[in-house]
Structures are given as C-alpha cells and as structure tokens.
C-alpha cells in the first residue's frame, strides 16, 4: 500500500514566495529537467530558465522543500476573478507520495477558498488529469493541437 506524505508530516519546509529569486527559479528548472528526462506521459513542452523567469516575475510560488532540495511546486498567477496555474510538478524520486494534491488542496481549499482555479494539461498527460480529477477541478475547454507536438490542451477549473 502507497504510503502518502500530509504536509503535516512532511519532512521538509514548505514556502510561499512571490517573484524571482534566482536561486528559486534555478531549482525550478532542475526540478523540471529530471521530470522532463524521466516521463513517460507528454507533459506539454519543456521550460527554459528564461520562461520560467518570465512566469516567476509575476507569479507567486508554492515549494516544498526537503535538505536544501525543491521536491515539488507550483506557479500561479494571481488574475482578478482567481488563479491561473502556469506549471507545477513533483521531483521524481517523490512522486506518488501524495505532495502535489497535499500542495493543490492547500492553495485551493486553504490559501485561496473563494477563488476559481484554472490550469491546462497536455490530453495524453493521464496522471496529471488523475490527479485534477481526484480532487475536484472539472474539465471545461479544449485548446486543440495547442502544444508543439500536436497534442490537445484539456482546460480544468476548480
Ligand atoms: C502529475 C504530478 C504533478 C503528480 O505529482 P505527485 O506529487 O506524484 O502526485 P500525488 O502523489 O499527490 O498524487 C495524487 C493523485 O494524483 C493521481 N496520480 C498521480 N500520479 C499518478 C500516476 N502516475 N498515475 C495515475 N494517477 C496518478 C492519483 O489520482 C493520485 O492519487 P492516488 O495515489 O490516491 O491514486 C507528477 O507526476 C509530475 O510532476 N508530473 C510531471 C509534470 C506534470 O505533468 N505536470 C502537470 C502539467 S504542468
């Protein structure tokens, strides 16, 4: 039986930041390196430090930190009516711990209650979509051939 990580029992830090600190944005990119290398699903094209930058300068952040390492995140920006997720993933050797719905049900149901939250995701991304799923977003447009590779982008809304 899987066992899952709360944040309360995770041994680690957790840390909610805006902007771009360097340092931040360069383990978010390291993260999403070994993701991208190691993936069996598409995910929906890679993130170059510049982009991420980008996203980050006027963004907000929610990290999960363990021995001085990013093990998961998510990148959002904050818009009038809610919150747009830019890009968030789980470090390889923690997938599967249940960190990132521990982290989604915390920005969703604890730090933003009475926002709406929109994402996308590559169609062929199963676990992703899993994951969405299990905790509540619905499915609520498609971007057709939206990423580089021809795949479809489903468009999620909590
Ligand atoms: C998708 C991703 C963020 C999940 O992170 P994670 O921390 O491993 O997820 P969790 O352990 O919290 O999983 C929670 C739920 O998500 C779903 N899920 C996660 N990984 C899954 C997998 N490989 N297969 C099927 N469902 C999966 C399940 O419903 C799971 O609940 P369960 O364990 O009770 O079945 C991670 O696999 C990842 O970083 N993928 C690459 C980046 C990416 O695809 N990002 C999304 C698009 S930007």
């Known amino acids: ?21 360097l340092s931040r944005i360069q383990a978010m990119h ?17 993130w170059s430090l510049e982009q991420l ?12 930190w363990a ?11 904050r818009l009038m009516d809610g919150l747009d997720i830019m890009v968030l993933a789980t470090c390889v050797n923690h997938q599967g711990r249940g960190l990132m719905e521990a982290l989604l049900n915390h920005l969703c ?4 209650p009475h926002s709406s939250v929109w994402l996308e995701v590559h169609s062929g991304n199963g676990p992703a979509q899993m994951l969405y799923e299990k905790l509540g977003f619905r499915r609520c447009g498609v971007r057709r051939r939206y990423y580089r590779d ?6 999620y809304a909590y």
Not at 1 to 21: H, I, N, S, V, Y
Not at 30 to 44: H, N, Q, T
């Open 1 to 21: 039986m899987k066992c899952k990580t709360t944040l309360w029992d995770f041994d680690g830090q957790m840390e909610r930041g805006t902007g771009a600190p």
């Open 30 to 46: 390291r993260l999403l390196e070994g993701v991208y290398a190691s993936a069996k699903d598409p995910i929906g094209g890679s």
């Open 53 to 64: 930058t980008q996203v980050a300068e006027r963004g907000e952040s929610l990290c999960l």
């Open 67 to 77: 021995q001085g390492e990013l093990v998961s995140f998510i990148l959002y920006h």
């Open 109 to 112: 149901q604890n730090l933003y």
């Open 150 to 155: 021809g795949g479809d982008a489903i468009l």
